[in-house]
């Protein structure tokens, strides 16, 4: 809209107080034109004043008559603003910081809104985590998260979803709630001690979600994640990593040798498990060999039919699982979250007569590469690949932003060195979007490829983190803000 609700409600305000003192005028007019003999002598003078003072009371009638209906045009112009101001605000036409909205508060609202009939008084505990377990999905959110200390305490434990990268805390319940919860998710997650994970099956009126529920310790207390695992999305092909076209070639390559080993390398929630999993679909599709491929993992993510997948679970040796596949023959081995030197070693001499694929958790590949000689002396030719995840911003409400020089400065110092005429682009907020300007996530890569006695300190990444981060701050695909917070947290790593 191209005038502002208030804008219109002043004129309207205006036109109407223009119009009473017209209509006082005109009413003068009117009496100008009745007949006097019923007039008081005063009211005689003032009536011959106003007569020679004012001609033309057709014309004064008239403009009284306009006046009015310019009053209540104006009128019914602004009940239409605000008709269609509401209406586009709703489908994110306008965005949320013009409006004066908080990108969140329509998601606490909302949330608030479905939680708190279960949470007060004494709750049916079935219909409570019904309805904790429906608000993700309802919502669009990746995870709902409780964090307290269960039992009688009296300090109340917290509910918070995440939006993409974004925690919001939406609600919180007593403490005691909590244990009761925890026990019944317990139950239906098949979880069998008093930390541990599982699954179940969401079912709605017209879908089904899979949901995964980890219970584990925290600094507070007790941490409850119930994940949607349509968020955490597989992907079937490498094409659908989004690599830069480098990467992917390299990648594939790496994936069709007979030997050698792969590391996929980056923290806990950058989307390592999607890559390592889109890699073992391509290796099915390009060996064709039924019975191939076998993994470790702590623990299974998603079924791969084509996989022999093993669980380690807690009492259980990642490293003797390990020996155990090896000596069954497998031509490919994945083990997904290497922790330990032992598994690491096991690992890595396994990967000199057969394809190995491993996912490391660790910040850089240099921090990966090194941990893993340490763990086993000589490597044998290895790639790399290290990632990231940045937010999206929203397609639908992007627009430009100016950076500041000290912005400037501050990516420049963590060799993200952006062009004077590049300005990123930043998410308004809409609907789309849930006015949080970021749709989901992108990936960002850096790839390394060594022989077996390089010089660590001798080999770089081609293309690296930063690299990436400033490609996808060229294509306006992510803000300024999300690429300060990855190079800050890139420099804290190498401190």
Request: hydrophobic share 45%.
């Amino acid at each position: 809209m191209a005038i502002a609700v208030p804008t219109i409600e002043r004129a309207a305000r205006a036109t109407i107080v223009l119009a009473l003192l017209a209509a006082g005028v005109g009413v003068v007019a009117l009496l100008l034109s009745s007949d006097a003999a019923n007039v008081s002598e005063f009211g005689a003078l003032f009536l011959w004043y106003a007569k020679h003072r004012f001609s033309g009371n057709l014309v004064l009638i008239g403009f009284c008559g306009l006046a009015a209906l310019s009053a209540v045009a104006l009128f019914f112009a602004r009940l239409r603003a605000g008709f269609v101001w509401n209406r586009d605000l709703q489908s994110g036409a306008v965005p949320s910081r013009q409006a004066g909205a908080f990108s969140t508060d329509q998601l606490v609202r909302e949330a608030r809104a479905a939680l708190e009939p279960y949470l007060g008084g004494r709750p049916r505990i079935g219909e409570t985590v019904d309805a904790m377990l429906g608000l993700p999905v309802d919502l669009a959110a990746s995870e709902l998260l409780i964090d307290g200390e269960p039992g009688d305490g009296k300090d109340d434990a917290t509910i918070s979803l995440r939006m993409a990268m974004t925690r919001v805390r939406v609600a919180t319940m007593s403490s005691s709630l909590m244990a009761l919860v925890l026990d019944e998710l317990r139950a239906i997650a098949g979880i069998d001690g008093e930390f541990g994970e599982g699954s179940l099956e969401l079912r709605q009126q017209q879908s089904s979600e899979s949901m995964r529920v980890v219970i584990a310790q925290a600094a507070a207390g007790t941490r409850v994640r119930l994940q949607v695992m349509s968020h955490m999305a597989i992907a079937l092909t490498l094409e659908e990593l989004q690599m830069p076209t480098q990467v992917l070639q390299s990648f594939a390559r790496a994936l069709e040798q007979r030997s050698g080993l792969v590391a996929i390398v980056g923290p806990r929630g950058q989307g390592v498990t999607t890559t390592v999993y889109a890699a073992a679909h391509y290796i099915d599709r390009y060996r064709k060999e039924p019975g191939l491929i076998a993994s470790v993992e702590a623990p299974v993510r998603h079924d791969l039919p084509f996989v022999h997948q093993t669980e380690v679970r807690e009492g259980i040796s990642g490293a003797r699982v390990l020996e155990s596949l090896v000596a069954r023959g497998h031509g490919v081995l994945i083990v997904r979250q290497v922790d330990d030197r032992e598994t690491a070693r096991i690992a890595v001499e396994a990967s000199r007569e057969r394809l190995v694929v491993l996912t490391i958790n660790e910040g850089r590949w240099r921090d990966a590469l090194s941990w893993l000689r340490e763990a086993s002396g000589a490597l044998p030719a290895t790639t790399v690949v290290g990632q990231r995840l940045v937010r999206r911003v929203c397609a639908s409400c992007a627009e430009a932003s100016e950076l500041g020089e000290r912005e400037r400065e501050l990516l420049a110092k963590g060799g993200v060195s952006l062009g004077v005429s590049v300005d990123p682009k930043v998410g308004a907020g809409c609907r789309s979007c849930r006015r949080t300007g970021y749709v989901g996530r992108m990936p960002l890569y850096e790839l390394v490829q060594i022989d077996g006695g390089a010089d660590l300190d001798k080999v770089s990444a081609h293309p690296t983190l930063e690299g990436s981060l400033r490609d996808a701050l060229d294509a306006g695909e992510t803000s300024a803000a999300e690429a300060l917070a990855l190079v800050e947290q890139l420099r804290e790593q190498r401190a």
